[in-house]
């Protein structure tokens, strides 16, 4: 089955700094890749992803490169604020996240510091 | 329009007796999907339902079942409750299957297991 690796578990930046989240993934067949945010005490919230056709997709601060040769895929927020702070997960899916379901990496730790 | 629903938010049951949770879809969508997080082993896929029917089920013993309804509301139960099943029980709902469109997640059941 799929497997995703997700790096660092834990990332403290400065405001205004930029964060960078990297995964790995190993089932060459996967073609969608969501990115999810998780507040204490909520459910994730899907925030951005891409789909293997596409190697970059920007929304606002918010931007995911994708490089299916390598098999990773990288979040990207720039100008980071103190809200940005939560736990973010990759994941990753065969059939666009319905039928045989996401898999999601470990998840990071974002911590920003005013 | 509304988001998903799960009920109840928090549950407290002991060892051996079995539980059930409930997932209401965002108006609309027919996928409903289950996960079970944890800080161990993060977030796992359990199964997904679309039009009343199981679609695709992760790795996770037969204790674990589930149910769609015509409505597309979604229970899950799980039997014979042990320690480990203690965890955050995520629904989330998706317009289609296969690829049809992104998953939303509620907020979670969280089960402790005494």
């Known amino acids: 089955g799929e497997n995703v690796e997700q790096h660092p578990s834990t990332l403290s930046v400065q405001e205004g700094d930029s964060a960078v989240i990297k995964c790995t993934y190993s089932?060459?067949?996967?073609?969608?890749f969501p990115w999810y945010k998780q507040e204490l005490g909520k459910g994730p919230q899907l925030i951005i992803d891409?789909?293997?056709?596409?190697g970059e997709k920007k929304d606002q601060r918010i931007a995911v490169t994708l490089n299916k040769t390598a098999k990773h895929f990288s979040l990207h927020i720039t100008e980071t604020q103190p809200e940005d702070s939560a736990v973010y997960f990759c994941?990753?899916?065969?059939?666009?996240?319905?039928?045989?379901?996401?898999?999601f990496g470990k998840g990071t730790h974002l911590i920003i510091q005013p | 329009k509304a988001g998903v629903t799960q009920t109840p938010r928090y549950l407290i049951k002991t060892r051996g007796q079995q539980v059930t949770l409930s997932c209401s879809p965002i108006?609309?969508?027919?996928?409903v999907s289950w996960y079970q997080q944890t800080p161990g082993q993060g977030l796992q896929f359990l199964f997904e339902?679309?039009?009343?029917?199981?679609?695709n089920k992760g790795n996770f013993p037969g204790r674990f079942s589930g149910r769609q309804f015509s409505n597309s509301r979604s229970e899950m139960n799980v039997s014979t409750l042990e320690l480990g099943d203690s965890a955050l029980y995520l629904c989330?709902?998706?317009?289609?299957?296969?690829?049809?469109?992104?998953?939303?997640f509620g907020p979670g059941t969280r089960l402790t297991v005494l």
């Open positions: 989330a709902s998706s317009l289609g299957s296969g690829g049809q469109g992104e998953q939303f």
């Open positions: 089932d060459s067949a996967s073609n969608y």
């Open positions: 891409i789909r293997s056709n596409v």
């Open positions: 994941a990753a899916s065969r059939s666009g996240g319905g039928a045989d379901g996401l898999t």
């Open positions: 108006s609309g969508h027919r996928s």
């Open positions: 339902y679309f039009s009343e029917t199981q679609r």
